[in-house]
């Protein structure tokens, strides 16, 4: 991302100035912390949340939008993002996390975010847990999620991809969680 950098120092304030930095070229320098300041930015997770039988994928509306899109979530300073997915599972829809795989990660600029997707499955089809930080939520046929999921966005983006991982018969391992 040639041109973003920060312009002060997250640990005194003090403007920096770009310095050579080895195999890293340019790299924004505080003088007075005599410190090298690499990108600072948010980190989530989101997940394509499937039922036990893998045919089926969870959607969900928030904020008081109808856009179908996938759970997700902040990492909270000190969590691994495997804990956070369980977490954010749990506190938006009362669903177990059982096993989940990685799929991959895009940053995502409108919130100075990376964002880490996985593959999570759950131990119930049950959306009577469900908390007020999902305005509706509904589980769909891969065939209904890929009309109705968010058009252009970053859900859809995801959601994609494991399509592809799975029409191409490589849906990956689940890992269950500890």
């Not at 954010?88 to 989940?100: D, F, I, K, S």
């Not at 769909?140 to 970053?154: D, G, Q, T, V």
Request: aromatic share 10%.
């Amino acid at each position: 991302m040639a041109g973003l950098h920060m312009n002060y120092c997250v640990e005194c304030g003090s403007r920096l100035e770009l310095k050579m930095c080895k195999e890293d070229g340019l790299v924004p320098y505080c003088k007075s912390c005599e410190a090298f300041r690499f990108p600072i930015y948010n980190a989530a997770i989101s997940t394509v949340v499937i039922n036990r039988e893998r045919n089926k994928i969870l959607l969900i509306q928030q904020y008081g939008k109808t856009d179908n899109i996938l759970v997700a979530g902040y990492i909270n300073k000190g969590e691994s993002a495997e804990h956070a997915l369980a977490r954010e599972v749990m506190e938006e829809m009362g669903m177990t996390v059982v096993a989940c795989q990685f799929m991959k990660s895009e940053y995502y600029p409108g919130s100075n975010t990376l964002i880490f997707n996985y593959v999570s499955m759950v131990d119930s089809e049950d959306l009577s847990g469900m908390t007020p930080e999902v305005d509706r939520a509904g589980w769909y046929s891969f065939e209904e999620a890929k009309r109705i999921i968010k058009p252009n966005s970053l859900a859809e983006r995801f959601y994609h991809y494991f399509l592809e991982r799975t029409e191409n018969g490589k849906i990956i391992h689940l890992i269950p969680i500890d």
